[in-house]
């Protein structure tokens, strides 16, 4: 037999052959224009222009199962779990059904289920601009209005005031979204491979900022110990997630829990797909797993290679917001051996308008530690030399003469 891959990614990220090296089959891959050229072996090769939105993408693959029959669709992407799950449904294939895609990316649908047993915010579906005046009313301000299907913050913002409301009211409240009460408190986020509805592998970050303010601020998510009590803690309550939802079959996961004031956790949101913001890589940095392999070698049922035992050590990313202005100065490498990754996003020269996303950064690095004093000790003398060595001169002065400012 054979197995389809559907992906956007580019192919330094999706090394699919490498993962599947030892499995005895066919591997189709259609892709988007942004895996770049390649004469990779693949048996069957298809480029998909405008591949989100373009429905020949399934339209192809149903055409593709009556020429070359495929027993496994993999799909990694959240934008792409929903038409997953509709071919597999359609093709009678295993893997996450549309029930279960639909839970995990329809947050209205999600926390329906998840509220039954676990604490959530108060949420809403927005069909009209009435529905909001009624939750505004319900609930009080703040509240946040975001995409209900919506990913990395995008196009979700809180409305703090009347005046904020209004601004809403006038340029239009738009389509697909709800609304949900604002959460005071710390923010967590957690990450792993389940099977099933079994978490198989588990990592516990904490965001120094909640992510709805990585758009405006810079932002550090610190992998803990899997020893400390709230790790222990978050790993039970989201295998308690999962067994609420419909399982996914083989996936890994994202989830973001809340931790009040009052020392309540809150549930916010799960995906079933890999964290982004390089959060998956600081993962690998700190357990030596590369979830997204993992992922795709479980649906194929091959060996897996899992973290046994404690890491030696910790892991975190520092993710630098964008903000309008003209990028003077950026460092070509760190010079810390602690450093094992830095990826600068934009170049000396660039134009910068503000960030869209809490991916949208102007930079990422992860770094390693001994413990949690030690990464955030170095932590502060990264910020330190960037302090020094990041120069944007903001948009509101790139008029004048004033010479650049320290980012």
Known sequence: MAILILNQRRRAFAPYLSWLEDLDEEIFLYTSPGYGETTEPYAIIRVFEHWVTNDRVEIEALRLHQEHPYRLIIALDESDLIRAARLRERLGLPGQRLESAVAYRDKVVMKSLVSTQLSCPAFRRLASPLDLIDFVQEQGLPVVIKPYDGMGSMNTEIIRNPRQLNEVWERGLGSGLMAEAYVEGE???????????????????????????????????????????????????????????????????????????????????????????????????????????????GVCGLPLKLPAGSPPGVAGVYLMPRRPGTVKALPQSLPFEWVTEYVPRVREGERLDAAHSSVDAVMTVIIVGEDSASLQSRLSGLLRYLEREVHILPAYKEDTDEAPVVS
């Open 187 to 297: 923010m967590y986020e957690i990450d792993g491979l389940m099977m099933g509805q079994e978490i198989r592998f588990a990592s516990v970050g904490k965001y120094s900022c909640p992510p709805l303010e990585i758009l405006h601020k810079e932002c550090f998510v610190e992998l803990l110990s899997p020893g400390s009590a709230v790790y222990q803690q978050l790993v039970q309550i989201v295998q308690q997630v999962i067994e609420i939802l419909p399982s996914p079959g083989v996936s890994t996961f994202h989830c973001e829990m809340f931790h009040t004031p009052e020392d309540e956790w809150i549930f916010c949101e799960i995906a079933s797909r890999t964290a982004g913001g390089r959060i998956s890589e600081s993962i690998s940095a700190m357990y030596d797993v590369n979830l997204n392999r993992e992922w795709v070698r």
